[in-house]
């Protein structure tokens, strides 16, 4: 079965509805509903007194309907009777304020009696659950992460993580080199905990934070899972993360895609919101395969799918028609074994009166949601048994990493560059070649893919340096860019320039660098762009470069590219070399789209891989393989007809006919073909 359903709050409506509402979910093919994410106060109205019996007889209901549970453990609501005992719970700002009660993700998670009230509910809630045939699986701590926590606890818990990690605080200040501005330590309890406001703080101690704070949120998730399997152990535990892109990220809790998570728990869970305030629809296809572990035992759920209008104070554009199905087969097509529309009805109430759902306020069903709803559930059910489990097999990966995105945030260098929108560049070139991609942490095995793409990865040790080196030896093509290599694990240059311990991989080293200057201090406007001229043989004529430049000294590799303009003209701007047998490309520049395709071709073309399918712009396709047959999905974004030729053999997964030659793709349309290999 593959889930498909709503976040249902039975809690927030009065009992004689609840019938009507799972009549009506049955109506529209949903088979499952998250609940309790957000019950706190009414599972425990009062410390210690668990209730549990208003949401059993929902069940009971939901379960005549043949509707299944997501449990939510509640613990991201906490109840204003708790904050009220415990004052002290409540989180403080960077500046030393602390909050008042604000209705969610106020507590600090270093709180002890925070975290023990926790355990008893939680505990409470598997003890009164455990068995029960009718959930499916448990979903842990809504949005984990939360916000962050300047405290005194929080400063002392920072403190013993990094005398874990470190041992000795003379090796702290070793790798940290804190002798720089005299502020060397001689105690762990002298580090000073983050302060977002002072923009001076170390680069290392900045992103040793940040480690910090994910490990918090870690252990946390290990507590409830912890307790969750020792009582239920037959079922999965997953959680959501949100999803407002990566660099929303850079300065919140977690890492969405950090594999530490995804290794605790059994499987991935995330929100998705395309076409409201969230990336563009590339943007999204990244944030969802960088969501698709892909050594995790179970495909990801997306727990919150955007179904009526989102909207806080604000109300996002209404979806045309089409696109709903169109954005709920999206991350379908990459990898997801679920999907849950956030909501089932329009709260009257609260913050989110605004926020679109399946039903209106009026408790109908919306006239233009309801119904692509439905078929994108009838859909699903003739997908099901060639759908569940099937994987999405690729063979090049784009490495990310979220400590590159973390230090580069603090010190960005270059006021236009940012580091995911960068690796989108590369990814979108990926999307336009027709290939399946994986989103890559660096601890990841390199050794399935033929092609990696590593942008802008600012953070280099010896040991990923090493097993870079190896890849390319083997055969692998391994791709990156500048401002890669150039610090070690604690934002400490080496003593080499860059791309620092991979020269010989490369071929080349970073001379000396250029920036493309804006707008500064209001001291003069942006400097043009320049140009690279491409060499006979990759590439037609010239591009665009902008941002960065680095000025390449050749030491083994060949040009790809040369500077075409300012002092630098005919220095080389990209390179490739080989090195054992395989192939190793350094870019120097932010460019533009045509450059980019040619790099992604250049290295799909020595590594030997092939398109799914050639496709039109503003068109995706992706596959998923099990037991011989493949899955082929292709998603036509754009408002206007396009066409495709998938080749030969394949029929449609859902009628079962033929697909001709040429398939044509009405705006916002998605087709998905089957072939058994």
Excluded at 282 to 304: C, Q, T, V
Excluded at 620 to 629: C, H, L, Y
């Amino acid at each position: 079965m593959i889930p498909y359903g709503v976040d249902y709050y039975p809690e927030h409506w009065p009992r004689e509805r609840w019938e009507t509402d799972a009549r009506m979910m049955a109506e529209c093919g949903f088979n499952v509903v998250r609940v309790g994410e957000f019950a706190w106060s009414v599972f425990e109205p009062e410390p210690g007194r668990y209730e549990f019996g208003w949401l059993d007889e929902a069940m009971e209901i939901l379960d005549r309907h043949g509707i299944k549970i997501i449990m939510g453990t509640p613990t991201s609501g906490v109840p204003p009777w708790f904050s009220s005992k415990y004052p002290e719970s409540l989180i403080v700002d960077s500046t030393g304020r602390r909050a008042s009660w604000v209705g969610r993700y106020f507590t600090c998670f270093t709180h002890a009696p925070f975290l023990e009230a926790c355990e008893k509910l939680v505990s409470a809630q598997v003890a009164h659950y455990k068995g029960d045939k009718r959930i499916i699986g448990w979903h842990i701590h809504n949005e984990l992460g939360g916000s962050k926590c300047f405290c005194e606890r929080c400063r002392a818990d920072f403190q013993s993580w990094l005398k874990q990690r470190y041992g000795d605080v003379s090796e702290l200040n070793r790798r940290m080199g804190t002798v720089f501005w005299s502020q060397v330590f001689n105690d762990f309890s002298q580090v000073p905990g983050e302060n977002i406001v002072h923009g001076e703080s170390s680069p290392g101690l900045s992103l040793a934070w940040r480690r910090w704070f994910l490990d918090l949120m870690l252990r946390f998730a290990k507590t409830q899972f912890g307790i969750i399997k020792a009582g239920d152990p037959d079922k999965w535990v997953s959680t959501n993360v949100r999803s407002r892109g990566f660099s929303k990220w850079i300065t919140s809790g977690i890492d969405p895609h950090d594999p530490k998570l995804f290794e605790l728990l059994d499987r991935a869970g995330y929100n998705n919101y395309p076409r409201s305030w969230d990336a563009d629809d590339l943007g999204i296809s990244y944030k969802l395969d960088a969501l698709r572990p892909p050594g995790a035992r179970l495909n990801p759920i997306d727990f919150e799918q955007r179904g009526g209008q989102a909207g806080y104070n604000l109300v996002s554009r209404l979806t045309r028609p089409g696109e709903l199905r169109l954005l709920a087969l999206q991350p379908v097509a990459h990898g997801a074994d679920g999907l849950l529309y956030f909501r089932w009805r329009v709260a009257r109430f609260g913050h989110e009166n605004l926020w679109g759902g399946i039903l209106r306020h009026d408790g109908e069903f919306h006239p233009l949601v309801q119904p692509e709803a439905k078929r994108v559930g009838e859909e699903l059910s003739k997908l099901g048994d060639i759908l569940d489990g099937s994987r999405v097999e690729s063979e090049v990966a784009i490495l990310r990493s979220q400590d590159c995105a973390w230090a580069l945030a603090r010190q960005p260098q270059q006021e236009k560059l940012n580091y995911d929108d960068h690796v989108l560049e590369y990814y979108r070139a990926g999307v336009r070649f027709g290939v399946n991609m994986d989103v890559l942490e660096p601890g990841g095995d390199f050794g399935r893919y033929k092609v990696l793409i590593m942008p802008v990865h600012y953070l280099m040790t010896e040991d990923l340096a090493e097993r870079l080196t190896r890849f390319v030896e083997k055969g692998g093509v391994l791709l990156s860019t500048f401002r890669s290599a150039v610090a070690d694990d604690d934002v400490v240059m080496p003593a080499s320039e860059a791309p620092a311990f991979l020269h010989g991989v490369f071929g080349v080293m970073v001379d000396a660098y250029d920036v493309q200057e804006v707008e500064r201090y209001g001291s003069k406007p942006d400097t043009p762009p320049g140009r690279i001229r491409f060499a006979r043989g990759f590439a037609p004529g010239t591009a665009k470069a902008h941002t960065w430049y680095d000025l390449l000294g050749l030491k083994g590799a060949r040009p790809l590219a040369l500077y075409d303009s300012d002092f630098y003209k005919g220095t080389p701007a990209i390179t490739e070399m080989k090195y054992g047998r395989g192939m190793a490309i350094y870019v120097g520049c932010a460019s533009e789209k045509k450059t980019y395709d040619a790099l992604f071709r250049r290295c799909c073309a020595v590594a030997g891989v092939k398109p799914l399918a050639k496709v039109p712009e503003g068109v995706e396709v992706r596959e998923r393989v099990k037991d011989g047959t493949r899955l082929r999905f292709f998603l036509n974004y754009s408002p206007a007809r396009k066409s495709v030729r998938p080749g030969l053999g394949w029929t449609d997964a859902v009628s079962g006919k033929r697909v001709p030659a040429v398939l044509s793709l009405p705006k916002f349309d998605v087709k998905v073909l089957r072939k058994q290999s």
